[in-house]
């Protein structure tokens, strides 16, 4: 089974704060992505990898970094967090876009709080 | 940029009875993919459903089928016999075809309540 993580269920920090989401996954995919669940608005993309030290934007990248050093770990930097950054936060992974079972398998998702 | 539609915030249905999820999305590719995802609550998003542009044949999984009309751009989820199990937060997702890496886009959810 794929199985991916994220360091904190829930988390709570301040206004200014620099924030790391971690994610792991133990499947050796090279994609990986970071999103962001509001109610109404759905998922929406943050940033994706397509192999170690690679990293695209995705639509809403602004007031976020990220980093992959390793194929199996992605992390999600909030630089200086900010209120409206309060959101949950969801880790994917999947194999190559042309592979034949293309899919992205989720983490359990990170419920952060800016104060 | 493509867009996926799902007008329907909330759906509630009986124990054992049928209900459909209804997804529309906006594209001016004509390969891609199509998903149904599931969310219970407080668990993790898993997929329900794949559908390729290229199959015409509607994809089934057990009590899940979709009913994809390609050239209406509709991405349908029916869920026969419902289960208590079933009550979760459905999205519709798509993603293009094609080599490189890709997010997926997603609808806003539809919020399945069942009724026992």
């Known amino acids: 089974d794929v199985k991916v993580t994220q360091s904190s269920r829930y988390l709570v920090k301040r206004t200014g704060e620099k924030v790391f989401l971690e994610c792991v996954q133990d499947?050796?995919?090279?994609?990986m992505f970071w999103y962001r669940q509001d109610p109404g608005l759905g998922l929406r993309l943050i940033y994706f990898s397509y192999d170690v030290k690679m990293k695209e934007k995705g639509d809403i990248p602004e007031g976020y970094s990220v980093s992959r050093e390793k194929k199996e770990r992605f992390s999600l930097i909030l630089e200086s967090a900010s209120t409206n950054q309060t959101s949950m936060y969801l880790c994917?992974?999947?194999?190559?876009?042309?592979?034949?079972?293309?899919?992205?398998?989720f983490g359990p998702g990170t419920r952060l709080t800016v104060t | 940029a493509q867009t996926v539609t799902q007008s329907q915030p909330e759906m509630s249905v009986q124990e054992a009875e049928t209900v459909t999820l209804s997804c529309t999305y906006d594209t001016s590719e004509s390969d891609y993919y199509l998903f149904w995802y599931k969310q219970p609550p407080s668990r993790q998003m898993i997929l329900v459903i794949r559908q390729e542009a290229y199959k015409q044949q509607n994809a089934t999984e057990n009590r899940f089928s979709v009913n994809f009309q390609k050239a209406a751009k509709s991405f349908s989820l029916k869920i026969s016999d419902s289960q208590l199990g079933d009550a979760a937060m459905y999205f519709c997702a798509y993603r293009r075809a094609g080599g490189g890496a890709d997010g997926l886009t997603f609808g806003k959810g539809t919020h399945l309540i069942i009724q026992p």
């Open positions: 499947m050796d995919h090279e994609n």
């Open positions: 994917a992974s999947s194999l190559r876009a042309d592979s034949p079972t293309y899919e992205q398998y």
